[in-house]
């Protein structure tokens, strides 16, 4: 097939050729002296995406979902109250792990389409005076909707009621994205992954946790082996792992937290919201369709599910773009199943590439027999990119000192060259 492979799924995420490059090593020994510095090189370097002094960061070879198993059994124990709100099919995922490690989960029902509800997580937390709720569960970013969640909200709810629970935040599709504050929110738990804003290959679970995540591991109950965080500890403390490390992937990190250092984590951000807000005018100005996000507050710099006129299968769509056109959407998950489809706008990603997939559904739309104005989605994208100022990291000659407002990285292993 000629052509590129247009991968615009939300994840796995497209790897620059920089981290390709960065990836292709030969082996070696994770035994020797040399290594401890790669070590320490990523785990300074995920502080600074997590935005944390406090807390630790964690690598394990698995995927986000090890993650999540992770956060739970090394804190809690059978029976243990959790709080948790439905609102996609990545929150309840996370439920249904809980529900199957034993934990007694209170869910919350909401709308898919909507986020974490505040309210209600005050109102819940404020009337458990007995403080049975060991756990918050939250999904920063529900990938399968396009809905981001207020965590600094929930902290709040978490101290209008005094509550001790931990806050445990899914940023599996939000880190390196969306703004991410672990310190500040005082997160606990946050568990995120290697191919979504990290743009690497699936196979690292990404994990950070704070002190007091970590001093609940001696009374609690859950089993645990591979996941076990004191054997993480301390191996990672003289720059070793308790097993055999993915190494390239390991290489392939350090090349990613370069890349977001050199960009600016503040700059990466604000690039994700320049160019959602892009696809968002495609959606809403030039197709006249909705997201399925209900409302502003909610819609997510990473992802936009967009929905399908009554009678229009999202899956023909989906695969009259792939099969035709050589374009990867996402599809909808569960319940929005055949409702939708999604584009992924996270990671590596500029305006002429997003522009191939907002002309790519398009097409794929308008053999489906969507009645969109033939050549509004790029319209009215490229009118919103025209008009605002592009984040520096969209400028090919960058912008002259001292109009630079990243965060530059502290750590000179990482910083820009
Ligand atoms: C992708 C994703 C996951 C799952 O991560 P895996 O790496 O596939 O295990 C979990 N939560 C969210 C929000 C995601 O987007």
């Not at 510095?37 to 979902?65: C, D, K, N, W, Y």
């Not at 309210?119 to 007995?130: G, S």
């Not at 990291?393 to 750590?411: I, R």
Request: net charge negative.
């Amino acid at each position: 097939m000629a052509g590129r492979n247009f991968l615009f799924v939300p994840g796995p995420t497209n790897v620059p050729e920089r981290i390709q490059r960065a990836m292709m090593v030969s082996m070696e020994d994770h035994r020797s002296p040399r290594f401890p510095q790669l070590t320490h090189t990523i785990m300074a370097g995920l502080r600074e995406v997590f935005r944390t002094q406090a807390g630790t960061p964690f690598i394990f070879p698995s995927s986000g979902t090890g993650c999540w198993e992770a956060a739970l059994t090394n804190t809690l124990s059978p029976g243990d109250k959790v709080l948790a709100a439905r609102f996609g099919q990545f929150s309840h995922l996370w439920i249904d792990m809980c529900e199957r490690l034993g934990l007694d989960v209170q869910i919350v029902e909401c709308e898919w389409g909507t986020g974490v509800p505040l309210q209600q997580y005050e109102d819940i937390l404020k009337a458990d005076t007995q403080h049975q709720i060991k756990a918050v569960l939250v999904c920063h970013n529900e990938t399968a909707t396009g809905v981001t969640s207020d965590i600094a909200g929930v902290r709040e709810a978490l101290d209008e009621a005094a509550h001790p629970a931990l806050l445990f935040v899914d940023c599996v599709s939000s880190l390196g994205c969306i703004d991410f504050r672990f310190d500040d929110w005082r997160i606990d738990m946050a568990v995120s992954g290697s191919q979504k804003g990290l743009m690497l290959p699936a196979g690292l679970g990404i994990l950070c946790a704070s002190p007091k995540a970590l001093a609940m591991y001696p009374s609690s109950k859950l089993k645990r082996a591979y996941f076990d965080l004191p054997d993480m500890i301390q191996s990672n403390a003289t720059g070793y792992f308790p097993y055999t490390p993915a190494l390239p992937l390991m290489y392939g990190l350090i090349e990613s937290l370069k890349m977001i250092s050199e960009e600016g984590l503040d700059n990466v951000i604000a690039r994700h919201h320049y160019l959602a807000e892009g696809v968002r005018a495609a959606v809403t100005q030039g197709w006249q369709l909705k997201l399925c996000a209900k409302e502003k507050r909610w819609h997510s710099d990473t992802v936009s599910a967009v929905m399908l006129p009554e009678g229009i299968a999202g899956t023909e769509v989906i695969a009259r773009a792939y099969q035709r056109y050589n374009l990867s959407l996402g599809g909808g998950l569960s319940k929005v199943a055949g409702k939708l489809f999604r584009i992924g706008h996270l990671g590596d990603m500029n305006e002429i590439h997003l522009m191939a997939a907002i002309n790519g559904a398009e097409m794929a739309m308008l053999d489906c027999g969507v009645k969109v104005q033939p050549g509004s989605g790029a319209a009215a994208a490229g009118h919103y990119w025209r008009t605002h100022e592009a984040p520096s990291g969209l400028c090919a000659v960058p912008k002259p000192q001292g109009t630079h407002s990243g965060t530059s990285s502290t750590n000179p292993a990482l910083a820009a060259s």
